[in-house]
Every structure is written in C-alpha cells, then in structure tokens.
C-alpha cells in the first residue's frame, strides 16, 4: 500500500509575527517529510480550489460569502482568532480541498495523509478557535454527495473537543463523531457527539493509550465506516501551548500506528489530517506531527 500526502504551497500564508499561530508549520512539514525520506515527491498530490458549493454543504452561503471576500462583521472575525487577509481566505479553501482529496486517495489506495487540517471548531455559520471551515465535515458530506461513501467515522484526537463536528452531525446518522479531548480546555461549551470521552488534566501516554485502545475496535465494529477520518492533534503533547495532557513524542507515535494499524487491519480506509499543534519551538512541532506520517509510512509498507 502506497502511503498518499496531500500538500500545497499556499497552505502558509503571513501572519503577524507575534501570532501565536504557529502558520510556518505547515511547509517545514512537508520539508521535513522529503528531507528524512519519509515520502518521495511523486507521492504528494496538490489540491485544487473546490466550488463554492462544496463549502455550502456545511456552512450558510452568507457566512461563506462574507468570510471570502472579507465583509465579515467584527464579532465574529475576533471569534476566528485569525487576521483576515485574501490570502488566508484563499488558503482556508484549498486546505479544505486539501481535506477531501485526502478522503478520495484514502478510499483509492487505503491511506492518505493531508499536512493541514482538522478545523473542527468551525460551525455552519461562524468560525472559531483558528477554525474557519470545517473541513472534516465537509470532505464527509462531499463524499457522501459524490456517492463515494456512506457511513462515515470520525475520530478526533485533538487535544480539543471537535465541538464544531459534533454539532453539524448530531441529527446525522450517516457520520459517527468520536472525541477523546482533555475535559478542562477550549471550547468552554462542549457540544455532543456520538461519543465523548473527556480526559483528565495530565494524562500521561499509558493512560491515554489504554482509553483509546479500549474505544476504537469496538466504535469500528460497530459503526462499520465506509472511511475514517482521523485528526492526529498534536497539542496532546507534554509541551504543547494551548494543551494539558502529557503525552511525549513517543505516546503520539504509539497512538498513530494504534490508530492507522486498528483500522488498516480490520480493512477500513483512513484520510488523516494532522489538527492542532502549537509551541514556539517550531521545529519540535513539525516533529511532532510528522510522527502521523512516520507511523503511516510504517503502517502502509506492512500491507
Ligand atoms: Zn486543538
């Protein structure tokens, strides 16, 4: 099985430099991928700018509308917590693509990774926490609409309840939400999802692992998914910024290859996106989440 990465150089746009948004992340991953081998270039595939339309199967064509071109009113423009530029506008869009053609390389060839994505704070008609489009929701429903897929799992490991999915799928028997998240952390609301399993501050790797090892084959048993969507936050990490678990580089490499082989194994297709990951240390970061496309590599070269 080959492994698939989705990449495209406009996922980096400029920020303010004080911004906490840590936006460089995103090509020094896919640097870092072809400089320690990991992928070659023939394995990335370049997302195209979707139709409007596919946005609109999640999110109010006012909402959409507004974000692209900027008229956003202020509130929910501070809601977002990123300065709108074009060019953020531009790039929230193809990693929204970025998302659903991970999807479709992942029913094609079995695994695929996106190296952007997990925007799952995003509701139909506002943005939150960095998240301006759901982009999990809307690769689902795109799926769904191309006939590619009906039932669909979604497991959300960011460090962050996927507050936004949750509420976007919770009359909608066809997508499975799962969230495992740290129960004292953004989003001060939580939502509901099909299943909810809130972690306590500083939960170390074996704890972690244990839980999720616990949840996973049975929810897939259960659910029988046509795809998995998996968002590999890394702010589970020990040193992560905005995150309170424990986690080392070790855990989140362990918690990967349960994940990817959990699925693989039992003959379920995964798109995985690589979520939140926030420190200053930048390098540490990209690290971080190229555990996701180390251990798929891995995964991948056994089937
Ligand atoms: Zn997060």
Redesign the pocket.
């Known amino acids: 099985m080959k492994l698939s990465v989705v990449y495209h150089p406009d996922y980096v746009v400029s920020l303010p430099a004080e911004h906490r948004f840590p936006m460089p992340k995103f090509k020094l991953l896919r640097d870092l991928l072809l400089a320690e081998d990991i992928i070659t270039p023939e394995q990335i595939y370049l997302p195209e700018l979707p139709p409007r339309e596919l946005i609109e199967l999640v999110h109010t064509p006012e909402y959409v509308k507004a974000y692209c071109e900027g008229t956003l009113d202020t509130k929910l423009q501070r809601r977002i917590g990123l300065p709108w530029s074009r060019e953020l506008a531009q790039r929230t869009c193809i990693a929204v693509a970025g998302t659903i053609l991970t999807a479709q390389l992942a029913l094609k060839y079995g695994c695929a990774c996106n190296t952007a994505g997990g925007t799952h704070h995003a509701f139909p008609s506002y943005g939150s926490g960095f998240c301006i489009f759901n982009d999990l929701a809307i690769a689902a429903k795109t799926l769904q609409k191309q006939e590619l897929v009906s039932k669909i799992l979604i497991v959300d490991l960011?460090?962050?309840q996927g507050d936004g999915t949750a509420w976007i799928f919770q009359h909608d028997d066809s997508v499975f939400t799962f969230s495992m998240h740290c129960e004292a952390n953004f989003p001060g609301k939580k939502q509901t999802s099909d299943l909810d399993i809130p972690l306590p501050v500083g939960l170390d790797d074996d704890g972690y692992l244990q839980i999720l090892a616990q949840h996973l084959p049975d929810l897939l048993t259960e659910v029988k998914p046509d795809l998995v969507f998996f968002d590999a936050?890394v702010?589970t990490h020990v040193s992560d910024r905005?995150g309170k678990l424990c986690l080392t580089d070790r855990g989140i490499y362990r918690r990967e290859r349960l994940v990817l082989s959990t699925c693989l194994a039992a003959g379920y297709p995964v798109a995985s996106v690589i979520?939140?990951g926030y420190g200053k240390d930048i390098q540490g970061l990209v690290y971080r989440h190229s555990l996701l496309h180390r251990a798929a590599r891995e995964i991948c070269a056994q089937y």
Do not use: K, M, S, T
């Open positions: 960011d460090v962050h936050g702010d905005l979520g939140g």
